[in-house]
């Protein structure tokens, strides 16, 4: 494979390379390639991974229950979560999901919208079998 681009964009590329530690060019195209990829997954409603990331305060008890009520209600698509004590009065709650975009998108409004909720994102993954053409799922979570 081969690509022509302008010198100036090619200097920059390999700057941002080096400062992000890709080994080489081509593992940092390779790297550009998978994540382009990933985002169209999302954009087509495929069947995609991620983890929605929470941090709250402890202390106000009502919060943690809504959060695995909603993890609860969205059990097709909830992999499993981990809980981690951040300071005396924070914590952080990882949710890796897995299923159609619409659902995951669904749940991470739900738990954003929990009065009392310091932070919520998105992290959004692939499962990998578009980017390896691994056999799909049989039954894919939704």
């Known amino acids: 494979m081969s690509i022509s681009v302008e010198e100036e964009l090619l200097e920059k590329f390999d700057a941002l390379s080096k400062k992000r530690g890709f080994p080489t060019r081509s593992e940092a195209i390779k790297h550009l390639m998978s994540s382009a990829l990933v985002e169209q997954e999302w954009e087509n409603g495929e069947i995609v991974a991620g983890v929605i990331t929470i941090v709250y305060d402890h202390h106000k008890v ?81």
């Open 62 to 142: 009502s919060i943690l229950r809504k959060i695995v009520d909603a993890q609860h209600r969205y059990g097709k698509i909830v992999i499993c979560s981990q809980h981690a004590h951040l300071d005396h009065d924070n914590c952080m709650e990882n949710i890796i999901v897995q299923g159609k975009v619409e659902c995951v998108r669904r749940l991470h409004k739900l738990l954003s919208s929990i009065k009392g909720i310091k932070h919520t994102v998105l992290s959004m993954s692939t499962t990998g079998r578009s980017l390896d053409g691994a056999a799909k799922i049989s039954e894919p979570r939704m």
